[in-house]
């Protein structure tokens, strides 16, 4: 099996971003799954139900309920999912900017043999 170096000298923008696009779209999707589970488990096991008992024993009228969970939920994986896609580009621009000063990213690669 032979092996070669080969050099990343150079990371579009353009193909950063939809990379993270991509991955941020199923990561978004990741989230919400997961912050449903976790409410529904939450919920079975009566937390919810304390946590207002608390609330409305301090005087507070708003009970945490499971739309304002998702909603909120929603909220906080939408700025990152932005963040992260908007991100991509910049990582990309500074990657390119340090191999012209420093050197890139070698990888060894390896052919494969089919028996």
Do not use: C
Not at 5 to 20: C, G, N
Not at 43 to 69: E, H, R, T
């Amino acid at each position: 099996m032979t092996s070669r170096y080969v050099a990343l000298t150079h990371v579009s923008p353009i193909s950063a971003f939809k990379v993270a696009a991509a991955t941020s779209l199923v990561g978004f999707i990741a989230w919400m799954i997961a912050v449903i589970l976790l409410y529904l488990g939450m919920d079975l096991a009566g937390i919810w139900a304390s946590v207002n008992s608390v609330l409305g024993g301090v005087g507070g009228s708003q009970k945490i309920g499971f739309g304002l969970v998702v909603g909120l939920g929603a909220l906080m994986g939408a700025i990152l999912a932005v963040l992260l896609t908007v991100l991509a580009p910049i990582g990309a621009l500074i990657y390119n900017a340090i191999v012209g000063l420093v050197g890139a990213l070698e990888v060894e690669t390896a052919d494969v043999v089919e028996n």
